[in-house]
Each structure stands twice: as structure tokens, then as C-alpha cells.
């Protein structure tokens, strides 16, 4: 079975890392579920891995930081958690935006 699954994995293209600079969370977790979708991947310790593997190294920080004192590698930290945690983040880091562009917009 473990052959089945590193073969199935070796066969698809990764996944790009999420760069917060040139795209919305909202998009990227929109792809990353087309592209699990896509592959058929249904698994969450396959998508929490697969996802985990490429985010990129500023969203695995940030992860770190917002699952702590619990690691990425424990196995109650789960798929779902870390998706539920990147979009309050974002959602509150734009929250504030808005709020000081309507602020600083009412002078």
C-alpha cells in the first residue's frame, strides 16, 4: 500500500507556495481544493502533507506561530485546523486594512 501511495504522489505536479504579496489567501485555498479535487486526493493527512510541503517557508512560519505551542508535525494539528487558521489571519489582516482606509479616506 505505501508503494500505491508514493507512487500516486510522485505522479502530481506540485503545488505553487502561497505568496501573500501577489495573491489572496482566499485564491490560494481556492486552488489548493481544485487542485486536491483534481487529483483526487481525499485523505487529510495526504492534503495536510501535500499542502504543509509546498506553502512556502513564510506561511510555514507563520503556521508555526499560529498553531503554538503545538507543533505542524503533531498529529492532532489537522488539515481543516490550519486552513481555519490561515483565514481568520487573513481575514483579520484585512479587516484592519479596510479599516484604516476608511478611516484615513473620511479626511
Known amino acids: 500500500n505505501a508503494e500505491m501511495t508514493t507512487a500516486k ?4 505536479s506540485a503545488l505553487h ?9 482566499q485564491s490560494y485555498r481556492d486552488r489548493i481544493n481544485f487542485y486536491f479535487k483534481a487529483n483526487k486526493i481525499v485523505d487529510n493527512d495526504d492534503k495536510k502533507a501535500l499542502f504543509l ?16 505551542p503545538d507543533l505542524l508535525t503533531d498529529g492532532q494539528v489537522k488539515y481543516v485546523d490550519l486552513i481555519k487558521k490561515l483565514d481568520s489571519h487573513y481575514d483579520a489582516t484585512r479587516n484592519i486594512m479596510t479599516a484604516t482606509y476608511e478611516f484615513y479616506s473620511c479626511h
Open 17 to 25: 507556495s502561497f505568496d501573500h504579496l501577489n495573491s489572496t489567501w
Open 53 to 68: 510541503w509546498s506553502v512556502g517557508d513564510s506561511s510555514y512560519g507563520l503556521l508555526e506561530s499560529l498553531t503554538a
Open 9 to 12: 504522489f510522485s505522479t502530481i
